[in-house]
């Protein structure tokens, strides 16, 4: 997993929580890398599952809660980071439609290492988006946030309705998307 992600997460920790959290996570975390990450590097995804895990502990809010809030927040950050990703895109069903095919290409030109899902779409009508989520990694939940952060930051009215399709490996997910009708 990508160094980016996890300083990312550390971010949120220090500004949703507080610098004293980060450090408390931080100390009882039994992480290989000691928590020290770079954007650019690589580490296993047990350490993230680990520090939300103790950031669950410390605050009392459910790992799925945390890691949806982080995908939230990660996607506005991917937004801030990485405009040249959204340049063009002014609907959440037109951003998710070019998740595997554009963006993720051109993630993969800036970390070729990177491991990342797949996704593949299908529209069945105007209204209606689906999107299915697989990965070699339990986290269905934070692409779960990531679509939620897309339809905030579009600032759409769609319901989000989430299948797991990795008896709760949370490895495989499908996401049905449903725009609602305009209040008349």
Known sequence: MKGLIFTEFLEMVEAKFSPEMLDRILESAKLPSGGAYTAVGTYDHTEMV????????????????????????????????????FAGMDSTFEFLRHVQDYIHVEVRKLYP???????????????????????NRPFSVLAEGLIRGCIAHFGESIDLEVEDLSGGAETSARFLLSKRAAAA
């Open 113 to 135: 290492d990177a491991e990342l899902p797949s996704f593949s779409h299908e529209m069945p009508a105007p209204d209606r988006f689906i999107l299915v989520y697989q990965s």
């Open 50 to 85: 680990e520090l939300v895990t103790c950031l669950g502990r410390e605050t009392g809010i459910s790992t799925r809660d945390l890691v949806r809030a982080f995908g939230t927040h990660l996607f506005e950050r991917f937004h801030q980071t990485f405009p040249m990703y």
